[in-house]
């Protein structure tokens, strides 16, 4: 199993929902608001060279845990459900899970998910 942890626009939120639930894949997702910055400090345009103080932007975290072979899919529906081609477009980040309780029954691992 694995975590992936994708940040995007705010405004994305609702187009990566609809695209994962009609591909079937996130049984469930967990989203916060988070502030953040990127490559150019949360400015759109980064002058080289000269200091800046980093701003923070408000994103959306959306975090969905799913079964190895869902991985690769998974990554291409976000990406094409909230990419513009503009900086900021955000970030996946993908961590190994060791395991998953469902609290309700006790099941363990893949079939918890
Ligand atoms: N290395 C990082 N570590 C943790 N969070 C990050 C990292 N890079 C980006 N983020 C998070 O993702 C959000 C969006 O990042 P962003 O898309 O601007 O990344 P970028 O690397 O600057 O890419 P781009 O050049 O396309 O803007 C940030 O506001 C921050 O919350
Ligand atoms: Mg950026």
Not at 12 to 23: F, I, V
Request: proline letters at 2%; glycine letters at 10%; aromatic letters at 4%.
């Amino acid at each position: 199993m694995k975590k992936i942890e994708a940040i995007i626009r705010t405004d994305k939120l609702e187009d990566l929902k609809e695209s994962l639930t009609k591909a079937g894949y996130a049984k469930g997702m967990t989203v916060s608001q988070v502030l953040g910055y990127g490559n150019q400090r949360g400015f759109a345009e980064y002058v080289r060279g000269k200091k800046v103080i980093p701003a923070l932007l408000t994103k959306v975290k959306a975090e969905i845990v799913i079964q190895d072979a869902a991985v690769e899919n998974v990554i291409e529906e976000i990406c094409n459900a909230v990419r513009t081609g503009e900086v900021g477009d955000g970030k996946i980040f993908i961590t190994p899970i060791e395991d998953v309780v469902r609290i309700r029954t006790g099941e363990r691992g893949g079939d918890a998910i």
